[in-house]
């Protein structure tokens, strides 16, 4: 009998903080970042900063070939990932035209 008193308690508070219910103000206004964006919207500070960690994956995952290891051969091998990276930044900016005058600021 008192869990059943407790129950019909808990349900008469509920049900009289739902109808007393007011929503607030704040409630009522869209906040920055909460609507939704496509990714060719975004601000160019994220388009930078989704680029830079695309370059850096890109660096660390890509292929270099063993021989450029060598001292000597460093220019060379600055000059192919140079290259790869610009084709890799070429490719997001061909998938993403709107991000192009953000990703070439940075470029500058």
């Known amino acids: 009998m008192a869990s059943s008193t407790h129950s019909a308690l808990a349900v008469g508070l509920v049900n009289a903080l739902v109808a007393s219910h007011v929503p607030h103000d704040s409630m009522h206004h869209i906040y920055k970042g909460k609507t939704a964006r496509s990714w060719q919207q975004l ?16 660096s660390t995952s890509g292929h270099c070939p063993n021989s450029w290891a060598i001292r000597e051969m460093w220019p060379h091998r ?3 990932t140079t290259f790869r990276d610009a084709l890799e930044v070429e490719r997001i900016m061909h998938i993403f035209p709107t991000w192009k005058p953000h990703i070439r600021i940075a470029a500058r």
């Open 43 to 58: 601000p160019g500070e994220i388009i930078r900063l989704i680029t830079t960690f695309y370059l850096l994956d890109v």
């Open 78 to 80: 600055f000059a192919y």
